[in-house]
């Protein structure tokens, strides 16, 4: 059964760069797309990101300019940046499994989420 | 980006009645090679998404065949044959054609 943990500051200041990791367990991260997806509190679901274990990757327009994603095959893990931060930023960030490789491109598996408060 | 209205918003359901939830897109979501890129994904309170549909109609592992969907072009519906408490939760609609992604605004079921 894949496993996907996210990792990192639960706070980050204004104007700074947000770092996650998300550890993929009970499988390779080798040979599939993985996204990051973020919630707001109370709100809906954002699409940030996908990023394939070659490190290619596609960014949401809206967030292109502050957004970088990269994998670490060794470890099993990627991980996202995003400088340049604002409260707007705050909210759970989800990493997942995506099946756009399969031709569905759906997310099978997720992360349990990791609150991330923009914040001085 | 294409846009994902879903209808209602909060549906009231009770147990071993049906239940439908509808979803419209901003623009088709019929690819060139036939698919169709509409998800459903359900999140329970205090959890994250689980996908219970993808490509229109197709069921995820694990999904009870209570719950299907349906629809093609840019209409799309949602249906629990029988609703049962665990179904509660905040349902989305999201499109896969474009990037990037985006979601509907959820719906909330809840038992009456």
């Known amino acids: 059964q894949v496993q996907l943990q996210e990792s990192g500051p639960g706070l980050v200041k204004p104007s700074e760069t947000l770092s996650l990791t998300c550890s993929v367990s009970g499988g390779s991260i080798s040979s599939y797309y993985w996204s990051w997806i973020r919630q707001p509190a109370g709100k809906g679901l954002e699409f940030i990101g996908r990023?394939?274990?070659?490190?290619?990757?596609s960014y949401n327009p809206s967030l292109k300019s502050r957004v970088t994603m990269s994998v670490d095959m060794s470890k099993n893990q990627f991980s996202l940046k995003m400088t340049s931060v604002t409260a707007a930023d705050t909210a759970v960030y989800y990493c997942?499994?995506?099946?756009?490789?399969?031709?569905?491109?759906?997310?099978?598996?997720w992360g349990q989420g990791t609150l991330v408060t923009v914040s001085s | 980006d294409i846009v994902m209205t879903q209808s209602p918003l909060s549906l009231p359901v009770t147990p071993g009645e049906p239940a439908s939830i509808s979803c419209r897109s901003s623009?088709?979501?019929?690819?060139?090679?036939?698919?169709?890129?509409l998800d459903w994904y359900l999140q329970k309170p205090g959890k994250s998404p689980q996908v219970l549909i993808y490509l229109g109609s197709h069921r995820a592992s694990g999904v009870p065949d209570r719950i299907s969907g349906s629809g093609s072009g840019t209409d799309f519906t949602l249906k629990i044959s029988r609703v049962e408490a665990e179904d509660v939760g905040v349902y989305y609609c999201?499109?896969?054609?474009?990037?990037?992604?985006?979601f509907g605004q959820g719906t909330k079921v809840e038992i009456k």
């Open positions: 997942a499994r995506d099946q756009v490789g399969t031709g569905s491109k759906h997310f099978d598996y």
């Open positions: 623009q088709s979501l019929l690819h060139s090679n036939g698919n169709t890129y």
């Open positions: 999201m499109q896969a054609l474009q990037n990037p992604r985006t």
């Open positions: 990023i394939y274990s070659n490190g290619d990757a």
